[in-house]
C-alpha cells in the first residue's frame, strides 16, 4: 500500500488539528516508510525538535482552493502510483472524489477521518452526503461520533472504526519531579497548583474555564489555577475576568508553548483539569489530545463527565464530575488534594492506560483497518 495524507495545512501552527496531522504522519511514516507520503499548502518541520529524523516525505503543493488542490493532488497521485488517499477534509476529499470518477479515472481508494458530525454549514454537509458513495473506509474519533453519523447516512459498519486521538509518550512521559518543573517554569513551590493545558476555546466556545473561576473561591487560599495554551487575546481575555472576581493572584492564564514545554507545565501541576461543558461538540465527538497527554504525565485528573471522555476514562483514572458544576468541581479537588492515595491511584491507572493510546499504536490500528 502507498498512502498520501491529503491535507490544506500549513505548518508550525499552535492549532490542535495541525499537531493532529503532524503527530498521526510521524507515526504512520514510521511505519510506512517511503509509501508513505504527507501533503499539505506549506509544511516545513526544520524547527520542529525530534520530527526531523523521521524523514516525512512532504509534498507542498501552496494555498490553492479546495477544487484545484483536488486537481494537484490526483496527478500526484496517478503519477506516484498512490493506491489510498487519507483525508480529514470533507471539500477537499469531495473534489478529489468527483475529480477522480469523472475525469482522471485511475484507481485509488479513499479514507475520511472524522472529528465531527457537521451541522452548521449546508455545503459540507452536501459533501458529506456525496463522500457516502465514494468513500472506501472511514475512521471516527469517538464510538457516539460513528453512531451518529452512520445513521444519517447510513454507513455499512464494517466500513467505518474507531480510533481515539493519542500522544507521544516521548515528548510527555519525561522523567521531571514536580519541584524541578516548578523551578524551570517560575512557578511557587509553596502552592497547590491545578492546571489545563492547550486552547482556551474551540469554534468560539469556552472550555468551562469560568466553571473553574466560579470553583477557584470554594478552595482553600494556597489553591491556585494556571492555564497555559491560549491564543494571546483570549489570555488577555480570560486574565481580565479573573482579576475582575477578585483572583488577580489566584488565577494565571499563559499563551501557546512548544509542547517540552506544555510537558514541563503538567509535571509541575497538582491537579490537570478538563472542565469541558456540556455541549453536543465536547459530548460526543471531542477526542482531546490534551487526555492522553495528561494520562502520560501521571498527573491525577479532574474531567466532566461525558460520554465522549468515558469511552476513554473512567473512576478508576480519573475523578468524573457534572459538567457545569462549579461547586462539584471544587469538591472533586478538594477530595484529590486530601487524599494522596488517591491521587497516586487514578495518576498510575491512567499513567498505564495511556500505553493504549500512543500515536504508533493508533497508526498500526488504522493502517490494518485500511
Known amino acids: 500500500m502507498r498512502l498520501i495524507y491529503a491535507t490544506s495545512i500549513t505548518y508550525p501552527s499552535g492549532l490542535a488539528n495541525r499537531m493532529q496531522i503532524i503527530a498521526m504522519s510521524k507515526a504512520l511514516a514510521d511505519k510506512?516508510?517511503?509509501?508513505?507520503?504527507?501533503?499539505?499548502?506549506?509544511?516545513?518541520?526544520?524547527?520542529?525538535?525530534?520530527?526531523?529524523?523521521?524523514?516525512?516525505?512532504?509534498?507542498?503543493?501552496?494555498?490553492?482552493?479546495?477544487?484545484?488542490?483536488a486537481v494537484q493532488y490526483l496527478k500526484f497521485a496517478k503519477k506516484n502510483r498512490i493506491?489510498?488517499?487519507?483525508?480529514?477534509?470533507?471539500?477537499?476529499?469531495?473534489?478529489m472524489a468527483l475529480f477522480n470518477k469523472f475525469y482522471f479515472r485511475f484507481k485509488v481508494k479513499f479514507a475520511y477521518e472524522i472529528h465531527r458530525l457537521i451541522e452548521d454549514n449546508r455545503t459540507d454537509m452536501f459533501a458529506e452526503k456525496v463522500l457516502s458513495f465514494f468513500v472506501d473506509k472511514?475512521?471516527?474519533v469517538t464510538s457516539h461520533l460513528r453512531d451518529m453519523y452512520s445513521e444519517k447516512y447510513g454507513l455499512i459498519?464494517?466500513?467505518?472504526?474507531?480510533?481515539?486521538?493519542?500522544?507521544?509518550p516521548g515528548i510527555f512521559d519525561i522523567d521531571v519531579s514536580k519541584a524541578e518543573a516548578r523551578k524551570k517554569l517560575n512557578l511557587p513551590q509553596d502552592k497547590k497548583i491545578i492546571g489545563y493545558c492547550g486552547r482556551f476555546k474551540t469554534m468560539g466556545e469556552d472550555k468551562g474555564f469560568l466553571d473553574v473561576l466560579e470553583a477557584l473561591p470554594l478552595l482553600e487560599e494556597n489553591v491556585i489555577f494556571v492555564a497555559m495554551g491560549g491564543k494571546p487575546?483570549?489570555?488577555?481575555?480570560?486574565?481580565q475576568l479573573a482579576d475582575s472576581k477578585g483572583l488577580k493572584s489566584r488565577a494565571f492564564f499563559r499563551d501557546h508553548q512548544t509542547q517540552s514545554i506544555v510537558?514541563?507545565?503538567?509535571?509541575?501541576?497538582?491537579?490537570l483539569l478538563m472542565p469541558f461543558p456540556?455541549?453536543?461538540?465536547?459530548?460526543?465527538?471531542?477526542?482531546?489530545?490534551?487526555?492522553f497527554e495528561y494520562m502520560a504525565a501521571k498527573r491525577p485528573i479532574v474531567v466532566s463527565d461525558l460520554p465522549s471522555v468515558r469511552e476513554v476514562l473512567n473512576e478508576n483514572t480519573a475523578v468524573l464530575v457534572e459538567a457545569g458544576n462549579p461547586v462539584a468541581f471544587a469538591e472533586a479537588v478538594k477530595r484529590v488534594l486530601k487524599?494522596?492515595?488517591?491521587?497516586?491511584?487514578?495518576?498510575?491507572?491512567?499513567?498505564?492506560?495511556?500505553?493504549q493510546y500512543t500515536w504508533t499504536r493508533r497508526a498500526e490500528n488504522i493502517l490494518r483497518f485500511l
Open 32 to 69: 510506512m516508510k517511503t509509501n508513505f507520503f504527507l501533503g499539505g499548502a506549506k509544511i516545513d518541520l526544520s524547527a520542529e525538535a525530534g520530527l526531523s529524523e523521521h524523514n516525512l516525505q512532504i509534498i507542498n503543493f501552496g494555498n490553492l482552493k479546495s477544487y484545484s488542490l
Open 83 to 95: 493506491d489510498r488517499i487519507y483525508c480529514r477534509e470533507p471539500r477537499l476529499l469531495f473534489f
Open 138 to 140: 472511514y475512521i471516527f
Open 233 to 239: 487575546r483570549h489570555v488577555v481575555e480570560y486574565q
Open 157 to 168: 459498519r464494517n466500513k467505518t472504526f474507531v480510533a481515539p486521538d493519542g500522544v507521544d
Open 278 to 291: 456540556a455541549t453536543t461538540h465536547y459530548t460526543y465527538f471531542m477526542s482531546p489530545m490534551k487526555m
Open 339 to 355: 487524599d494522596k492515595k488517591l491521587a497516586d491511584r487514578l495518576a498510575a491507572n491512567a499513567y498505564r492506560d495511556s500505553g
Open 263 to 271: 510537558a514541563l507545565y503538567q509535571k509541575a501541576f497538582d491537579i
